[in-house]
């Protein structure tokens, strides 16, 4: 493990960070996208961006024993989730619905915990963008 990794399985603890590499590994298994590492702002230690063509398909953030995942839904992508709504978990409709619109868009911040839906992102992830990976 690279000093990175182990600098963020120690911030995020091992449950979380369990959970973030299965995250990524789905993403990584679909998606061939540039992954840029960052500082994060705020309180956010780490930002970790799956960007291809100037587009940022979803940022990963991590501080101290948190970490979010953030995708962000244009016009198109609102109503294409409208579309398939029913097919989201409550949780993801309920963050949906509670999330404001704002003129760049819909910003969703999903927490990477034990009740993350994979299923559920992997959906979001291909309203934004097609998988180019088998």
Not at 5 to 16: A, C, M
Not at 64 to 84: C, P
Request: some cysteine; glycine content about 6%.
């Amino acid at each position: 493990m690279d000093k990175q990794s182990v600098q963020l399985q120690e911030l995020l603890g091992k449950n979380n960070w369990n959970i973030w590499n299965r995250l990524t590994e789905c993403i990584d298994q679909s998606y061939d996208v540039d992954k840029i590492w960052d500082k994060g702002f705020g309180d956010w230690i780490y930002e970790y961006k799956y960007r291809r063509g100037g587009k940022t398909l979803c940022t990963l953030y991590a501080k101290s024993g948190v970490a979010n995942i953030l995708i962000t839904f244009g016009k198109s992508e609102r109503d294409k989730f409208e579309m398939q709504r029913a097919s989201f978990s409550e949780s993801i409709q309920s963050l949906f619905d509670a999330t404001e619109s704002l003129h760049d868009g819909k910003w969703l911040l999903i927490p990477i915990d034990e009740r993350l839906s994979f299923d559920d992102i992997m959906k979001m992830l291909k309203i934004k963008r097609r998988p180019n990976r088998k």
